[in-house]
């Protein structure tokens, strides 16, 4: 109270003072070195409090002149309209923004995300991107949007946003306002740009000078944050954290203090920071010393900066005064007002001052439409100053004011106004001349050479604001618009006059050019002016006065430059009785330019002023007796000369740079306003010309007049080819002149229908997906391509599918649009274009001619043009070429030339049917045929007779086609001319012949397509089978994969089918377990080892084959996820807990080889790969890694193949033991061998004390302790030693991936790895199946099947391997679980521990109880069968126990109650009552057995899986139907493993043995803990793990990532948000506020939560760049494609297109299987070996 109290009175103070800004400024003077830069590190939080009370509060008292609290709540009541309408944010860097392509007025306009997902446009077509920072959002904008201007959020529905209200403000509070602010704002401009250092001006002056200074330090671009960090520790003295922090906070901030103390140390730290940065660059570090003072009352500016912010958001009147403030001049002598200052000191500002000023120009300027035209017109004013500023400042273009011009150019009336106030387009225009007139030289030309690409860059950003200017075309010109906007085309015009001819090249004959000339600076500009050059064009298209103004003010411009090529005398040539008066002019001699920018305009001008009819006013703009075409058309010439002499090889010597510059010239993004153009001038030219004139024109400066002439031959090989080529380029160029009219103004056209025709002759090359569309496609001014208009009219889609991307096919209406000389083609598209047309053609048996298409007419202007094929020279160049071929001269003529002019003939042979079937044929002049026919015919050697002898040349075979198609084309023209003829019957019999004649030839033709086809495909078979052969030989191991994957899997299968049909008759017994139990089948049938091909047996003592592996470690099945496992946890591995969290998988691709085959392999291997550069980013050697020879999956070890021991039962012996080995008898008997063996462990250690306690034992416990070996006994098998080594070897690698552990294989738990990992392998396949629903058997993949059967028998005889000893005690430690066995402590609860596992544990570690001490000994096959099936009973027991107490409170299913098993099952719980004291009562039988048969379904299931490959009994076929509900299988299982099909019957059957064990098991106080939910248990059946659920719409996540904070770090720097795919966690990727240690090594984010996660695999959706990250171990990892596609079928890598996305079921079904199947790994290195990258991404930093 007693504070507000002090801020009224402080207020009441000022209030009454003479000078009110006097006595707040002393205030401030005397308050603010109190709060700031009292310590030399800032205490934020105290100082904001201070702040809070002493100086702001008092100030908005002031303000309000009240308190603050009363008097806004005031204003707001009498102004609650008036809050802001738009939205305004302020973009960071690497926000997404989004732009609708239906309504945005330019690609300017964005929306933030927020006001996006409230807008209409989210159903328009958006696009989305990455904002570069800066700029902010235009919701609530109206002249940014065509439609939809507000989201609902700023939709106050009023939509007059913009509308500038009254300001409402109460008279006095507004007086108030005023003169605060204009003391404020005084003081922060005033503060931000001090430049003294030491002083502060007078009315701030503190009584007492404090003797303190703080040492600063600046950001700059030189000095990278390494030099910062290290000039830091050593000149302070800090360490290397501090430095750290100081260098990332004068990164973000743009400077520090670094230093506090008095001046003379902060001197000696200024001179040593200073000295020490500059031995590391040249340029030392800025560094200023400022007084305390100074410094404090800087940083309290800064802060009323976002006071500021806050006080206007308040209301509209408030922030009208501010702006009024902010404009208005200054009262003090400068007539700068406050904000043009700020603004031209920009550049001098650091980084964080800048960013709260723009802020603040943002929510203040911007915001309103008047006050926006005052200060663009500010910014206009100083516009040179700024970007002269901005040229030499070194900060990045986002944080300078410069950037703020798309703020205001882009907004049309404010462009306008601009234009015709502030002469805007001239201001700019002005400013880049300036800039850029050190570049030009003695000619007034620019010139590159040597130019610093850095300046040059920020130079070229000043075409963004021209063309930001020009974006729109006004609608309504006014006389001054059309004065200032000349105005601006004539500088505009004088800027191109020093690009016209510059750089030009000479032909380098001799020697070899020593240095590369320059060129991207001038194709840069060129690129920067092309949108620039279409929009002058655009604008002045839309005003007749405008356009020929323009137009004349560009002739004179073009008269006016230099280089003009008038220097040499007119000479005459002579050719077919015309003559040329026209100057000499060599291109290959003379210097020549491709930069004609002033040309080309003129070209595009006259095309507009033709198009709209204002051509007919022209002479009265330009004297028409001095408009000479010919010579405005001779440099265009000269470029298209160039072009075509660098094809044929004639500027060798001038190198590379020339040929870049050519490929540009005709490339996508240069070509329309270069290329295009000149092609326009020149038919512009031939429009105006005499036709020969025209052509001798272009002969000559093709250099081919003299050989057209005959006057001159050569014999030199080089020139001949030369001319050669060049007569190609000069006939395409006629086809090009004659045929090209797909522009508006030449010919009839619109832009769709251009844009149609060029999507048409891509799809001819071949189907095209979207993307290499738009690529294809020139883009305008808006980055459109126009190509959605047209796509599905000319195509149809094809989707794509799990992978690669959705294709467009053209529709067969369109094909007969195609062109083979299409002038957009490239070389290598016009050839495959060209190749997919005729083999399409071929396929339909159509003839291979592919005609010119029917062109639309020129327009009036240009119709003359056609004249050119039919004139003399014409003729005359088409017969010289002809004859050549006819002759056969061979190097005189060239395929493609003949081409060429067979396509020429047939355009003029269309020409004049055209013109014939237009009008009367008397009236036709065009007269192509009768020349083509007479002209030479005296002497047999008109064009028609040469064209007539060709059609049997054998060297022009492949033209066939199109002669005859013109030979057919001149008898139709002749049949339409004779229409005309005086017999009428004539005619139409001739017109019959013709028909006649056609379709026989075409009979004929078709004849002859099919011979051919026959022969084509003759031959493509012999090619095919060549080709096979080679391959065969050329790759041994590559051709025998082939055998390898068809001939074993298909005659495997038919032999399962086989044996399984012979048993059918034979024993049907379908059962793995117990006396019952069926025959295996033949085990593994002979193999070919895939490196040395040689087949043979699986057996015991053969040499050891081995199956290819890969084992890691897995959660696919965990229950808790992320759980870190600490390796001493609880009991494992000997008892895998219940949650799986982590288990051992154990892969295989399938390949079989021998080992001594695989051991050499490996070796090579080894050698080989260390080698490599990048070998260790594949394969991790040390780690014995390597990939499978035959199909490259990754794999770590290898599986010895183990021969299933072929066991026939005697069922009635089986019987006979059965009546003695109950399951209590064989208990019994179990626990005193068990007891018994226990001093033979022992003996381990000490082997005589163990013999005598062995002895000890009585004679009747002798006999009890081998009482099992009566029941029958066998010998073990005996393995090969390289059985036994391999088994070792796949043994010591399962347990060193699965336990992390270095490799040991003496370590007790090797064994217990093996059973964990086929348990654990069979589990993981289980839950596939289980997930795709598929059948339990048959459905799995060959290798698959495989793997599992290989891991199952390795796992089964690891055994015979290990100490006897150690297994026995394992064997016990497990049995404890379910069996009181002696002095066995620490055994878990039937809760905590996974039942399968023990399953598998327990029948493969049972044989090692027939172990005698001397004698090898295992279990006969009948003992064997009935150990089977006693632990599998107790097992089950057990789990049904377990499902039934981790499930006691699960819903009540109703249900009958009579039945069986519903009374068993019902029995079972009342009996577990008994024991337990948390069951719920009244839980009715029927619901514990539905809950029960559920919850132990997979155990059941994997058992199935693991008895059919350890037995080899074939299951019943019933199992390998997909069943409808899982529980129809279930008695087909039960019967498979002798289990009842009432499951609860088991406890009936063994009431006697079940009874005493049940009480045992529930007495375990995990039990009680576990029914009064204490304890987390698991349920049954597992919950599947999938990845987690991705929203359809790709934005949604962007959303979800936007509002992404990283966890230990608050700055505002961009962020990596990555989602962990397989938990949904949101990570703050490759950021080092978010690395933490593993294993003593600094690891990214992603990598430290894969090793929790996913137990070292990951995979991870980086959002803002949408892409998967696949990571597998610490260094290594892949990108793959996230599944999302947009409309088109493509997947968007970095949202380069930013098209919207929507998710894929399918590719994400098909990540979903990679994992779950256990395949990222070989993902990764199947994409690694793609790639093959060279350099080494950092995954680990992730
Ligand atoms: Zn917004
Ligand atoms: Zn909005
Ligand atoms: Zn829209
Ligand atoms: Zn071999
Ligand atoms: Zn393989
Ligand atoms: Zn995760
Ligand atoms: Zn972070």
Redesign the pocket.
């Known amino acids: 109270m007693a504070e507000s109290q002090s801020g009224e009175l402080l207020s009441t103070k000022w209030q009454e003072a003479p000078n009110r800004g006097a006595a707040i400024l002393s205030h401030l003077g005397e308050h603010v070195p109190l709060i700031y830069c009292l310590e030399a590190e800032p205490q934020q939080r105290e100082e904001e409090q201070k702040v809070e009370e002493h100086l702001l509060f008092p100030l908005e008292c002031f303000l309000f002149g009240e308190d603050p609290h009363v008097g806004l709540e005031k204003l707001q009541q009498c102004d609650s309209s008036s809050l802001s309408q738009q939205?305004?944010?302020v973009f960071k860097e690497g926000e997404t923004v989004y732009s609708c392509r239906d309504c945005a007025i330019d690609p300017t306009c964005v929306?933030?995300m927020?006001?996006f997902q409230k807008s209409v446009h989210k159903s328009h077509r958006y696009k989305m991107h990455a904002s570069a920072g800066g700029g902010f959002?235009d919701?609530g904008d109206l002249e940014a949007w065509k439609t939809g201007p507000c989201?609902s959020q700023?939709d106050s529905g009023t939509s007059v946003a913009m509308e500038t209200d009254e300001c409402t403000l109460d008279s006095a509070l507004e007086e108030r306002a005023q003169t605060l602010f204009r003391v404020l704002l005084r003081y922060t401009v005033d503060m931000l740009v001090w430049k003294e250092t030491d002083e502060l001006q007078e009315e701030l002056k503190p009584k007492v000078k404090e003797d303190k200074y703080f040492c600063v330090l600046y950001n700059d671009e030189h000095h990278s944050y390494d030099h910062v960090i290290y000039t830091l520790q050593r000149a302070i003295r800090c360490d290397q954290n501090e430095a750290q922090t100081y260098t990332a906070l004068i990164d973000r901030e743009g400077r520090r203090a670094v230093k506090r103390g008095t001046l003379r140390s902060c001197q000696q730290a200024k001179d040593s920071i200073r000295s020490n940065s500059e031995q590391l660059t040249q340029q030392p570090l800025r560094v200023e010393i400022l007084n305390t003072a100074v410094m404090a009352h800087q940083t309290f500016s800064l802060r009323l900066g976002t006071w500021f912010q806050k006080i206007i958001g308040y209301s509209v009147g408030l922030r009208q005064v501010f702006c009024q403030v902010a404009l208005d001049p200054c009262f003090d002598g400068s007539k700068l007002s406050l904000i043009s200052r700020v603004m031209l000191h920009d550049a001098g500002l650091y980084k964080g001052a800048r960013k709260v000023i723009h802020e603040l120009i943002f929510s203040s300027l911007l915001m309103d439409t008047e006050y926006k035209r005052q200060f663009a017109m500010k910014f206009t004013e100083h516009y040179q100053q700024l970007q002269e500023d901005f040229i030499s400042d070194d900060h990045q273009r986002n944080i300078s004011v410069t950037a703020l011009s798309v703020q205001i150019f882009t907004v049309p009336t404010l462009a306008r106004q601009l234009i015709e106030e502030g002469n805007v387009i001239k201001v700019i225009i002005d400013t880049v001349m300036e800039m850029m007139r050190e570049h030009l030289d003695s000619n007034g030309r620019f010139h590159f050479q040597g130019y610093n690409s850095d300046k040059f860059f920020r130079v070229q950003v000043i075409f963004h604001d021209l063309r930001y200017i020009l974006i729109s075309k006004p609608s309504v010109w006014t006389e001054e618009l059309r004065v200032k906007f000349l105005e601006g085309f004539h500088v505009f015009l004088c800027f191109l006059r020093c690009m016209q001819g510059m750089e030009e090249v000479k032909r380098q004959v001799g020697q070899h050019v020593e240095v590369e000339p320059e060129w991207e600076a001038g194709f840069t500009l060129q690129m920067q002016l092309r949108h620039i050059l279409a929009m002058f064009q655009d604008w002045c298209s839309s005003d007749e006065r405008v356009l020929l103004l323009a137009f004349q003010e560009c002739y004179q411009v073009l008269m006016s430059c230099t280089n003009q090529p008038f220097r040499s005398e007119p000479t005459d040539s002579y050719m077919c009785k015309q003559i040329l008066h026209a100057r000499q002019y060599k291109v290959s001699q003379e210097p020549v330019s491709i930069h004609l920018p002033i040309s080309r305009l003129l070209a595009g001008l006259y095309v507009l002023l033709c198009q709209n009819g204002a051509v007919r006013y022209l002479p009265d703009f330009v004297d028409p007796a001095r408009l000479n075409y010919i010579e405005l058309a001779e440099q265009p010439l000269h470029c298209i000369v160039l072009a075509a002499q660098v094809c044929a090889d004639m500027w060798r010597r001038n190198g590379l740079s020339l040929v870049s510059q050519v490929y540009y010239y005709q490339d996508v993004k240069c070509r329309d306003e270069m290329f295009d153009k000149d092609v326009i001038m020149l038919q512009i030219a031939a429009s105006k010309m005499d036709p020969n004139h025209f052509l001798m024109l272009i002969l000559l400066r093709f250099e081919l007049f003299e050989m057209f002439n005959g006057n001159c031959s050569s014999k030199d090989q080089e020139v001949l080819k030369q001319w050669n080529r060049l007569t190609e380029e000069m006939l395409y160029l006629i086809i090009i002149i004659v045929g090209e009219r797909y522009v508006p103004g030449i010919s009839d056209v619109s832009k769709e229908d251009v844009t149609m025709r060029e999507v048409i002759h891509l799809l001819c090359i071949e189907p095209m997906a979207h993307s290499s569309l738009v690529k294809s496609l020139p883009e305008n001014e808006s980055n459109e391509t126009g190509l959605e208009s047209v796509i599905s009219k000319v195509s149809t889609f094809k989707k794509p599918g799990v992978s690669g991307h959705g294709l467009y096919g053209l529709k067969n209406e369109w094909l007969k649009e195609f062109n083979p000389f299409f002038y957009h083609y490239s070389r290598p598209q016009h050839s495959k274009a060209e190749e997919a047309q005729k083999k399409r053609r071929t396929q339909e048996g159509s003839d291979k001619a592919l005609r010119p298409p029917v062109p639309p007419p020129f327009c009036p202007a240009f119709s003359s043009i056609v004249r050119l094929l039919c004139c003399d020279v014409f003729i005359h160049v088409l017969r010289r070429v002809l004859q050549k071929a006819v002759e056969d001269r061979s190097n005189r003529w060239t395929e493609p030339m003949i081409q060429r002019a067979l396509h020429l003939v047939a355009q003029a042979l269309l020409e004049e049917k055209t013109q014939l079937q237009g009008s009367n044929p008397e009236d036709v002049t065009f007269d192509f045929s009768l020349k083509a026919q007479k002209i030479g015919s005296e002497h047999g050697k008109s064009l028609f007779h040469f064209l007539s002898k060709m059609k049997s040349l054998p060297s022009l075979e492949a033209q066939k086609d199109m002669i005859t198609w013109n030979l057919q084309m001149f008898e139709v023209v002749k049949c339409l001319r004779e229409k005309s003829g005086p017999v009428v019957s004539f005619p139409i019999h001739q017109s019959k012949s013709e028909e006649l004649f056609i379709s026989e030839q075409s009979v004929h033709d078709k004849e002859k397509v099919e011979r051919r086809r026959k022969a084509e495909a003759a031959k493509a078979h012999r090619q095919k089978i060549m080709a096979q052969m080679s391959a065969m030989q050329k790759n041994f191991i590559e051709s025998n994969k082939m055998l390898y994957d068809n001939v074993p899997e298909s005659s495997s299968q038919s032999e399962t089918t086989a044996t399984v049909e012979s048993r059918m008759d034979v024993d049907d017994s379908r059962v793995a377990v117990g006396p019952q139990q069926g025959v295996c089948c033949t085990d593994w049938e002979a193999l070919t080892c895939i490196l040395c091909q040689e087949e043979q047996e699986v057996q015991a003592q053969a040499p050891a084959m081995v199956l290819t592996a890969c084992v890691q470690r897995s959660t696919v099945l965990t229950q808790c996820r992320g759980k870190t496992l600490s390796v001493k946890d609880q009991y494992y591995p000997i008892f895998m807990p219940p949650d799986l969290a982590v288990g051992t998988h154990t892969g295989s691709c399938g390949h079989v080889m021998h080992a001594t085959c695989w051991q050499k392999y490996f070796e090579a291997v080894q050698n080989t790969t260390r080698n490599r550069l990048h070998a260790e980013l594949l394969i991790d050697l040390e780690n014995g890694e390597y990939m499978c020879p035959l199909c490259k999956s990754l794999c770590n070890t290898v599986i010895p193949l183990i021969p299933v021991e072929a066991r026939h039962l005697d069922y009635d012996s089986a019987e006979l033991v059965g009546q003695h080995l109950t399951l209590s008898r064989w208990i019994q008997i179990l626990i005193s061998r068990i007891r018994g063996l226990k001093p033979a462990r022992e003996a381990d250690n000490n082997s005589e004390q163990g013999a005598d306690q062995a002895s000890a034992l009585s004679v009747e416990e002798q006999a009890d302790f081998r009482s099992i070996l009566s029941f029958g006994v066998q010998e073990p098998p005996k393995f090969c030693r390289s059985i036994t080594e391999m088994l070792m070897v796949c043994a010591t690698t399962v347990h060193r991936v699965g336990l992390q552990m270095a490799p040991n294989d003496l370590c007790p738990y090797v064994p217990v790895m093996s059973w964990n990992t086929c348990a654990y392998t069979i589990q993981a396949i289980e839950n596939m199946l289980q997930e795709e629903g598929k059948a339990l058997f048959g459905a799995l993949q060959n290798r698959q099947l495989a793997g599992l059967k290989a891991v199952v028998q390795f796992s089964a005889a690891q055994r015979l391997k290990s100490s006897h000893a150690v297994v026995q005690q394992h064997f016990a430690d497990m049995l404890a679980v379910l069996l009181p066995v002696p002095n066995v402590e620490d055994t878990p609860s039937i809760l905590e521990v996974d039942f399968f596992h023990l399953l598998v544990g327990l029948v493969l570690s049972i044989p090692v109880l027939y172990q005698e001490e001397a004698v090898d000994l295992q279990p006969s096959a009948i003992s064997t069968a009935y150990n089977h099936l006693h632990i599998l009973h107790l097992v089950t027991m057990g789990h049904m126990l377990q499902v039934l107490l981790t499930t006691h409170d699960c819903a009540v299913i109703g249900g009958p109650e009579e039945g069986d098993e519903a009374q068993a099952a019902a029995a079972l719980y009342s009996l577990v009552s008994q024991h337990t004291d948390g069951l719920r009562s009244g839980v009715s039988g029927f619901t514990v057995a539905e809950t029960v048969k559920r919850g132990i379904f997979p155990f059941l299931r994997c058992a199935t899986l693991f008895f059919s490959c350890l037995t080899g009994v074939p299951p019943p076929e019933e199992l390998s139907i997909v069943a409808e509900s899982p529980e129809g299988q279930l008695p087909f299982i039960c019967s498979y493993l002798a289990l009842p099909c009432n499951l609860f019957q088991l406890f009936q059957d063994h009431r006697d043995v079940i009874t005493p064990l049940m009480k045992r098991w529930c007495e375990n106080t995990a039990i009680s803990k576990a029914l009064k939910s204490e304890m987390h248990i698991i349920r049954y059946p597992r919950k599947r793990n999938r990845l987690i659920d991705l929203p359809e719409d790709y934005s949604v996540l962007l959303n979800q990532a936007s509002h992404f904070k990283c966890p230990n770090s608050s700055d505002d720097e961009r962020k990596h948000p990555t989602l962990c795919l397989l938990c949904g966690v949101m990570l703050c990727a490759q950021s080092p506020c978010c690395q933490v240690q593993l294993n003593g090594e600094d690891v990214g984010a992603c990598t430290a939560h894969a090793a929790t996660c996913g137990a070292g695999v990951g995979m991870f959706l980086r959002v803002r760049e949408c892409e998967i990250v696949l990571m597998a171990s610490r260094t290594r990892g892949s990108p793959y494609p996230a599944p999302y596609l947009d409309d088109y079928g493509e997947t968007d890598p970095q949202l380069g297109r930013g098209n919207p996305l929507h998710l894929s079921p399918e590719r994400y079904r098909k990540l979903l299987n990679m994992w779950q199947q256990h395949c990222i790994l070989e993902e990764i290195a199947r994409s690694l070996e793609v790639l093959n990258v060279m350099f080494a991404f950092e995954w680990q930093m992730l």
């Open positions: 939205c305004g944010r929306l933030c927020e006001c959002c919701c989201c700023h």
